[in-house]
């Protein structure tokens, strides 16, 4: 048995694994250092962290002895899944660092990356699913085309009040907005607001929608700013909406 407080998916537990597979090794005088630290350097939460999960680790392979069982076996079977994931990861971080290197050569990437919340991973895929923004000749296209844009339910007569997204178009583009809004209403590390300006949107629309209706309105939001630094080809300025207005109003005064 492996202790659920370490998963056995992360890299320490798939390390420990490929090197002592077998529950004996861990209670072994000689292994011991070498578990010790790696518990303490790999998740990098020191030597306190460490030696709890040592402790843990200790019980669990207690247990296992206990049993009378031949785990041989399993121990082989558990060695090999742990190395196929290690070299799966391995191959996967790979190609996240040749996406990359790729992604860093268009130049609409920089552009995305300037909204707040949105990192090199979200800004590829966000990319990749709206492609060529030139053919979208208003913010309301790129919306209807992600199936934000509001679904009315009629029947006869009859024509329904609450409506919800039609959710046409592509899934992974909603997801991503969808992380990117959840992102951008919260706090850092360090108690500061990724985006206070999205975060006083989403705190007003909270006074009269729920946090469902008010986080897809963020998601609303998002997707315009997107579509307007996209199609101005400028990088996005945290502005406040008081600014946004007497922006607009200079605008309109110059057309006049």
């Known amino acids: ?90 191959q996967l971080a790979l190609l996240d660092e040749q996406m990359e290197a790729l992604a860093n050569q268009i130049p609409e990437l920089a ?16 990319l990749g699913e709206i492609g060529d923004i030139s053919r979208f000749t208003k913010a309301k296209q790129l919306v209807a085309y992600c199936g934000m844009d509001p679904s009315v339910r009629q029947s006869g007569n009859f024509v329904g009040t609450k409506n919800r997204v039609s959710k046409r178009g592509s899934p992974f583009l909603r997801r991503s907005l969808y992380l990117v809004a959840t992102t951008s209403i919260r706090k850092d590390a360090k108690g500061r607001l990724v985006n206070s300006v999205m975060y006083e949107y989403y705190q007003k629309k909270l006074l009269t929608k729920a946090k469902k209706q008010a986080l897809g309105a ?39």
């Open 111 to 126: 552009l995305l990356k300037s909204i707040p919340g949105i990192g090199t991973t979200l800004a590829s895929l966000i």
């Open 218 to 256: 963020v998601m609303n939001k998002l997707l315009r700013i997107i579509f307007s630094v996209l199609k101005h080809n400028q990088a996005f300025r945290l502005i406040t909406a008081a600014e946004q207005v007497r922006l607009y109003q200079d605008s309109r005064k110059k057309a006049a």
């Open 1 to 90: 048995m492996f202790p659920k407080i370490l998963n056995p998916a992360s890299l320490t537990a798939l390390t420990l694994l490929t090197q002592f597979p077998f529950p004996a090794q861990w209670l072994g005088e000689e292994q011991q250092e070498t578990i010790l630290t790696m518990l303490e350097t790999l998740p990098r939460k020191g030597k306190e962290y460490g030696r709890k999960k040592y402790e843990a680790l200790l019980a669990c392979a207690t247990d296992a002895l206990v049993t009378g069982m031949d785990l041989t076996a399993q121990g082989v079977v558990v060695q090999v899944y742990a190395n196929s994931l290690r070299f799966i990861d391995q």
